[in-house]
């Protein structure tokens, strides 16, 4: 698996619907996924036909009773699309939490004066 | 992709939506009590095929057996919302499990007949009752290794 950014899951709410699906369930109900992503019934309805639309994600509609029930699942190109963004994302999480550390180790809490100043402070007014 | 300074908190966003999708993972009263029940019924197999008369046919019972399993997990999946994929012995987060209920129904099993052979029908009975808690105890250890699977999102980050 390549880790690559995809732009049709960069957005949020495609990232939780492709995301969620990816987690290990075969299909999700349309409530479940509702309720685990926190967000209305029409933006999942809306972005849910995005998602089918790119081939992404297959929908599976069928009733119990007389209430609608809806599967959602990933199909094989979404879920490779989404398994390389994902691998994407903790690479780009890896190399910000690598850079959060070096600015802490760069700036001591002050009075901390056994802490090692890796970047020296500018030389205002030194001539 | 402008916003990518924000692209941590979306990761983070996400395994605490695959938490909430975890934690929908709940075993009903009815699942619990009805899995106890099937158990005990495939514990109860050594007894039937010495007490029962001769020519009673056994397959119905397990007919039945299986179609009630089977209504079960159609009814949890429509609690829950989430049908997992069919998984067996090969897949690894699940293998310990799967072999503990094995081991423990073979060896309940042959130890039933061995203690009904010699007519020691009341620790048969404790053994069997034993086998249906240790059942009932992988089917829970089951359950979290699955939760545990979705929250950590299956394989993919």
């Given at each position: 698996m390549?880790?690559?950014?995809?732009?049709?899951?960069h957005?949020?709410?495609?990232l939780?619907i492709?995301?969620?699906?990816a987690?290990g369930?075969d299909w999700v109900?349309?409530?479940?996924?509702?309720?685990?992503?926190?967000?209305?019934?029409?933006v999942?309805?809306?972005?849910s036909?995005?998602?089918?639309d790119a081939?992404?994600?297959?929908?599976?509609?069928g009733a119990?009773g007389?209430?609608p029930?809806?599967?959602f699942r990933?199909?094989?190109e979404?879920r490779?699309a989404?398994?390389g963004h994902?691998a994407?994302?903790a690479?780009?999480?890896?190399a910000f939490?690598a850079?959060t550390?070096?600015?802490?180790?760069?700036?001591?809490?002050?009075?901390?004066?056994d802490?090692p100043?890796?970047?020296?402070?500018?030389l205002?007014g030194?001539? | 992709?402008?916003?990518?300074?924000?692209?941590?908190?979306?990761?983070?966003?996400?395994r605490?939506q695959?938490?909430?999708?975890a934690?929908r993972?709940r075993?009903?009263w009815?699942?619990?009590?009805?899995s106890a029940?099937?158990c005990?019924?495939v514990?109860a197999?050594?007894?039937?095929?010495?007490?029962?008369?001769?020519?009673?046919?056994t397959?119905?019972?397990?007919?039945?057996?299986v179609?009630?399993a089977?209504?079960?997990?159609?009814?949890l999946?429509?609690?829950?919302?989430i049908k997992l994929?069919?998984?067996?012995l090969?897949y690894?987060?699940g293998?310990?499990?799967?072999?503990t209920i094995?081991?423990?129904?073979?060896a309940a099993s042959?130890t039933e007949?061995?203690?009904?052979?010699?007519d020691?029908?009341?620790?048969?009975?404790?053994v069997a009752?034993?086998?249906?808690v240790?059942?009932?105890a992988?089917?829970q250890?089951?359950?979290?290794?699955?939760?545990?699977?979705?929250r950590g999102?299956?394989?993919?980050a």
């Amino acid at each position: 698996m390549t880790a690559k950014p995809d732009p049709l899951i960069h957005p949020i709410t495609r990232l939780s619907i492709c995301g969620l699906l990816a987690a290990g369930a075969d299909w999700v109900e349309f409530a479940a996924l509702r309720d685990a992503a926190g967000i209305s019934d029409s933006v999942l309805s809306k972005q849910s036909r995005v998602l089918e639309d790119a081939g992404y994600v297959e929908v599976r509609k069928g009733a119990v009773g007389r209430r609608p029930r809806t599967w959602f699942r990933l199909t094989a190109e979404g879920r490779q699309a989404v398994e390389g963004h994902l691998a994407w994302l903790a690479q780009l999480e890896e190399a910000f939490s690598a850079s959060t550390r070096d600015v802490r180790q760069a700036r001591p809490l002050p009075g901390d004066r056994d802490q090692p100043r890796r970047v020296l402070p500018p030389l205002l007014g030194s001539s | 992709m402008g916003d990518v300074a924000r692209d941590p908190a979306a990761l983070e966003l996400l395994r605490v939506q695959r938490a909430r999708l975890a934690d929908r993972m709940r075993l009903p009263w009815w699942y619990l009590a009805g899995s106890a029940i099937l158990c005990a019924l495939v514990f109860a197999g050594p007894f039937s095929s010495r007490y029962l008369p001769q020519g009673v046919p056994t397959w119905p019972i397990f007919v039945a057996a299986v179609a009630v399993a089977c209504l079960m997990q159609w009814g949890l999946t429509r609690v829950t919302g989430i049908k997992l994929p069919f998984r067996n012995l090969r897949y690894r987060p699940g293998r310990p499990v799967g072999i503990t209920i094995l081991v423990v129904f073979l060896a309940a099993s042959e130890t039933e007949f061995l203690l009904i052979g010699r007519d020691l029908i009341v620790a048969a009975i404790a053994v069997a009752a034993l086998a249906v808690v240790a059942e009932m105890a992988c089917l829970q250890a089951a359950l979290r290794v699955t939760r545990r699977e979705l929250r950590g999102g299956g394989g993919a980050a």
